[in-house]
């Protein structure tokens, strides 16, 4: 495994360029190391210059590559040249400490913790980072680093869900010991990381994980909500772990989708990640609203209004781990409408009419809810959902897809027929949450196709006030 490492960053043309260019000491290290071990490509590269500072042998590579030089981080010195490809990079910092060794120690992971000297090929690897990669388990440097950064807590199960590796026993008991500290690090850092793990493949295993060592509480207190809705004759699973389920099938149906589809939801739309990470989280969200909306009448269970109920609750969760606004309507906006695209196609006669109108509704969304309802579907197996329902479920829904993505090749925007003013003028009101809910209903009166011409629309409000 050593010698294809060597032979990788030997044929590396980027780092060739750096080695014939200058005499320094250099290392590759952490997640490009990591990643060249596990036999996958990386365009960034982190390297450790030993013997000048960091931000002058930054400015040096930015001049070697006619590359952007970018302060990453002037306290810490870390800084990276962005290429003229746009795609690869080169991360530069000193070491922290006065060795290489040092730095390593200081690191999360066993598996970040590696460094190949670029020029003579040597591997420095003082904690068993590649026994740990060719056993897929991950493991702490020293459990105090915790102590100095806690968001590293987090970041164990960020690289769970990303490779699906297995935990070391000692990580889970340090975990455990320490997991109090979590809410220490900034709200934005604890944000990153969070996305982070959504956008892993493993996603649905690292939450569970994370709820045998309490941290999951920790960030997300509603799970002990979601904890006390037992199982019913809908869904075999309780609600939380129904949650974590879900999260899994949208990752099935991703991987089982057309090119069409993933292309859609691997779009960055907002907060600098997929469309894919936000939906799985939205599906672990999904039915926050159940718990305060829970009635049992005649011994069935019953949740009424809990889309719209989580979709409210949804919005001050986001809010508070500093979500952007455009985060949170996509969230908040899945949760509200989850159960929206079953019921479109559970009506007694199916229409184009019908579809259209859930494709003008939802709009850009549409692919997205209709996948999270698919996932909630195949997630929800009580004694009463025989395989034919589900399977007649997961059909129709395939029909509104393919609905959709036909419609989206030829479909216009709606007319704006009256604006917030002309409707403040035609009803003598001013500026309020009234007129908000106006401009919507009306807007949904134009998706369902009630109104159509600008006269249609002047008698439409009229009748709201």
Request: proline share 3%.
């Amino acid at each position: 495994m050593n010698s294809k490492i060597i032979e990788k960053i030997k044929s590396d043309e980027i780092l060739s360029k750096i080695t014939d260019k200058f005499e320094n000491e250099i290392y590759l290290v952490g997640g490009t190391v990591r990643d060249y071990y596990m036999g996958l490509d990386s365009t960034d590269r982190d390297i450790i210059v030993m013997d000048e500072e960091a931000r002058e042998f930054a400015l040096k590579l930015a001049e070697l590559f006619e590359a952007s030089f970018v302060p990453l981080d002037e306290e810490n010195k870390i800084y990276r040249i962005v290429l003229a490809d746009k795609i690869n990079c080169i991360d530069v910092t000193n070491p922290v400490g006065d060795s290489i060794e040092k730095d390593l120690m200081r690191r999360d992971l066993t598996i970040n913790a590696i460094a190949v000297n670029i020029r003579t090929g040597e591997i420095i690897d003082i904690s068993g980072g590649v026994t740990d990669i060719r056993n897929k388990c991950i493991n702490y440097v020293n459990e105090l680093n915790f102590v100095d950064d806690p968001l590293r807590l987090l970041r164990v199960y960020r690289f769970q869900a990303l490779y699906g590796f297995s935990l070391a026993p000692e990580t889970i008991n340090a975990v455990c010991k320490y997991s109090d500290l979590i809410h220490k690090p900034a709200v934005e850092r604890i944000n990153y990381e969070i996305l982070k793990l959504f956008s892993g493949e493993y996603a649905h295993i690292a939450l569970e994980n994370m709820n045998k060592t309490w941290i999951l509480e920790e960030i997300f207190p509603f799970v002990k909500e979601l904890k006390q809705v037992p199982p019913n004759s809908h869904h075999h699973l309780d609600l939380f772990h129904h949650s974590i389920e879900t999260v899994k099938q949208v990752q099935n149906l991703y991987s089982e989708a057309s090119d069409e589809v993933k292309e859609h939801l691997n779009r960055v739309d907002f907060g600098g990640f997929s469309r894919l990470a936000h939906l799985k989280l939205a599906a672990f969200m999904h039915d926050i609203g159940k718990f305060s909306t829970w009635t049992i009448e005649e011994g069935k269970h019953r949740f009424i209004k809990h889309d719209d109920v989580g979709a409210k609750m949804s919005v001050k969760i986001l809010k508070d781990l500093h979500c952007s606004n455009k985060q949170i309507d996509y969230i908040s906006s899945m949760i509200k409408y989850h159960i929206y695209p079953s019921h479109v196609m559970t009506s007694p006669q199916i229409t184009e009419k019908i579809m259209m109108r859930y494709v003008r509704k939802m709009d850009k969304n549409s692919i997205d809810a209709i996948i999270l309802a698919q996932a909630d579907r195949l997630s929800a197996r009580g004694p009463e959902i025989t395989d034919e329902i589900v399977e007649r479920n997961i059909t129709s829904l395939n029909m509104l897809l393919r609905f959709y993505l036909e419609a989206r090749e030829t479909l216009k925007p709606l007319p704006k027929l009256l604006s917030g003013n002309d409707v403040m003028d035609i009803l003598n009101i001013k500026p309020s949450r009234k007129l908000g809910e106006i401009m919507e209903a009306l807007h949904e009166a134009q998706v369902s196709g009630d109104v159509i011409t600008r006269e249609h629309a002047v008698e439409f409000v009229k009748k709201l006030v």
